[in-house]
């Protein structure tokens, strides 16, 4: 989604945007840190698109070391041990590898085996060592300093001027969670104008656990749930957590990682019940492009080879640049002998 592209390319330090001959993706291409990057959006959401414009990049770019598919996505309100881990709206979710599972679950991948269970078959790819390294050493990181994250939103909102009220934090006032009792009655209303808030639980009834400051968003760790069916169930939901342990729900991710090792990090907007809405999308779709960010700097640049050729990616791609400071973004071609590593893949679910 465009939503989800935005916030990206607002952290980047440069920007412009490019085209590859034979290629019919458009590239945003700018710089984080020490490395130079580049985004693509789907254009459509599945794992079948997303699966595309990895293998167009991977082709305008064959030296592609390592993936991020970063957006936005539903998620359990709770987990863990007695269910006391809270996900709150607006919250990180990263796919990080769990038991069997390599941090990404294609859950409608398999054989059915009755009317209404199905039997999984298959894995997907965790994501590489670096991207793995990079993780656990931010998650080490804040146990003795705070994140950059609030400052990384706050810069989101300074570039997207025009739009920057709709990246704000919407605050726990907006954030409520209801029950199987009570679903979202009538689609083409909004929750605001039919649904009985009474019977939802707020935020603040949710414990210690749920509390977040403005702009301070919880990051967590787990398996994140991919196909090309969207959950709005919270039956569903509960139920997929309980024989999968999901707790993020999405749909580009099973494309990526079923060939290509790949991180990925949603941004939670809704509760993946029929209680869906729109006003978390794009604060959501920010705190995921900041804490991809994070990731970007503290990944080591890949060493040059003989060629003078390093990179990364982000679906967006990404290349190291202590050399390449001198290359022009409106030069493509020479950006295409860089030989592109890193891609950061800003898909919508």
């Not at 599945?46 to 993936?67: E, Q």
């Not at 607006?90 to 199905?118: F, N, R």
């Not at 199987?180 to 605001?192: G, I, Q, R, Y």
């Not at 939802?200 to 990051?219: C, F, L, N, Y």
Request: proline content about 5%; some cysteine.
């Amino acid at each position: 989604m465009p939503l989800e592209l935005a916030p990206g390319t607002a952290l980047l330090d440069e920007y412009a945007e490019k085209l590859v001959p034979g290629d019919d993706i458009g590239y945003h291409v700018g710089r984080i840190g020490h490395h130079w990057v580049v985004m693509a959006v789907c254009h459509k959401i599945g794992t079948h698109p997303a699966a595309n414009v990895l293998a167009n990049m991977r082709r305008s770019f064959p030296n592609i070391k390592h993936v991020l598919v970063v957006g936005i996505a539903g998620a359990v309100p709770c987990y863990g041990p007695s269910l006391q881990e809270q996900i709150v709206l607006g919250d990180i979710v990263v796919g990080c590898p769990q038991w069997s599972e390599g941090g990404v679950a294609h859950y409608e991948s398999g054989a059915w085996k009755s009317e209404v269970a199905i039997t999984r078959s298959g894995h997907t790819l965790e994501p590489s060592a670096a991207l793995q390294t990079a993780v656990n050493n931010l998650r080490a990181s804040y146990m003795k300093k705070p994140t950059s994250i609030p400052q990384f939103l706050r810069d989101i909102r300074t570039v997207l001027k025009v739009e920057a009220p709709e990246f704000e934090d919407p605050g726990g006032t907006r954030d409520f969670v209801f029950s199987d009792e009570f679903p979202h009655s009538d689609n083409t209303k909004l929750c605001s104008e039919i649904c009985d808030f009474t019977k939802a639980k707020p935020r603040s009834d949710r414990g210690i656990k749920a509390i977040r400051q403005e702009d301070t968003p919880h990051i967590h760790y787990g398996t994140v749930g991919s196909a090309n069916t969207l959950v709005v169930s919270s039956a569903k939901r509960d139920e997929l957590y309980k024989e999968n342990n999901i707790i993020c729900f999405e749909m580009e991710a099973a494309g990526v990682v079923n060939s290509y090792q790949a991180l990925v990090i949603r941004g939670i907007c809704d509760y993946a019940d029929s209680h869906k809405n729109k006003i978390w999308q794009k604060y959501a779709a920010a705190t995921a492009a900041a804490y991809a960010k994070e990731v970007l700097l503290v990944l080591p640049p890949v060493q040059l080879d003989e060629r003078g050729m390093f990179g990364y990616l982000v679906y967006v791609s990404i290349i190291n640049s202590r050399k390449l400071t001198s290359i022009k973004l409106h030069d493509h071609s020479r950006l295409l002998r860089r030989d592109l590593k890193i891609i950061w893949n800003v898909c919508s679910r």
